[in-house]
């Protein structure tokens, strides 16, 4: 496709559920970004994958999140046993090369857990 | 001290103004900045990507960038009614943004 592409949009569960959340990158870009943004705050670096590699997950509060990209195209970012602070904007970035070259980002996945 | 700060604002102006919207940072090691401008409920769209210091414009958008004292701007000339959105900086390879600062264009 022609931008980077996210799904659900939208996604309410329960707390104590597991989720996954889908990041297609644009076509042919070598790095894959995920980041999550609270309501009036800049987005918050999760990971970052450079093809199948996860070059950085630092950013991963915990280890209930989980993220992949096997054949280094579409990434999963998994969340287990949710809780309610994990209610947010998920947002994927993919850029054309490293890590300083400009990221296009996706719409986005909003979680809710109740 | 995080490591980009914006001002949130918001900040309001009326059609045709010309908007300064700044950005600090205090990692001295970035080489390259983006801006990006956020409508609600949508990812952020990139704006301008530049490098080091001096200017870089892009029709109705500049960029500025001032290595000494770690501060970039975003100059947006004409503004209009659209350009209503949160603006966020960061720099690349930080992996880092700014809080944003919500710009309001009223007509």
């Known amino acids: 496709g022609a931008g980077v592409s996210q799904s659900p949009r939208y996604k309410v569960a329960k707390r104590g559920q597991d989720v996954a959340l889908r990041c297609d990158p644009i076509s042919g870009h070598v790095s894959l970004f995920w980041y999550q943004q609270a309501l009036g705050q800049g987005p918050e670096f999760l990971t970052y994958?450079?093809?199948?590699?996860?070059?950085?997950k630092s950013g991963l509060p915990s280890d209930r999140f989980f993220a992949e990209r096997p054949e280094g195209s579409v990434s999963t970012l998994k969340i287990q046993r949710t809780q309610q602070e994990d209610s947010a904007v998920y947002l994927c970035?993919?850029?054309?090369?490293?890590?300083?070259?400009?990221?296009?980002f996706g719409d986005g996945t909003r979680l809710s857990i109740l | 001290q995080k490591e980009v700060e914006q001002d949130p604002g918001p900040l309001s102006v009326p059609e045709g103004a010309i908007v300064s919207l700044n950005c600090t940072y205090s990692n001295s090691a970035f080489q390259y900045f983006m801006w990006y401008r956020q409508y609600s409920r949508k990812g952020p769209e990139l704006l301008m990507y530049t490098y080091s210091s001096g200017n870089k414009e892009d029709g109705r958008f500049t960029a500025q960038v001032d290595k000494s004292s770690k501060y970039i701007s975003l100059f947006i000339r004409d503004s209009q009614p659209s350009d209503s959105a949160t603006y966020l900086c960061?720099?690349?390879?930080?992996?880092?943004f700014g809080a944003g600062t919500i710009l309001r264009v009223k007509s």
């Open positions: 960061g720099p690349a390879g930080g992996l880092v």
């Open positions: 994958f450079q093809n199948e590699a996860q070059l950085d």
């Open positions: 970035a993919s850029s054309l090369g490293g890590s300083d070259q400009p990221q296009h």
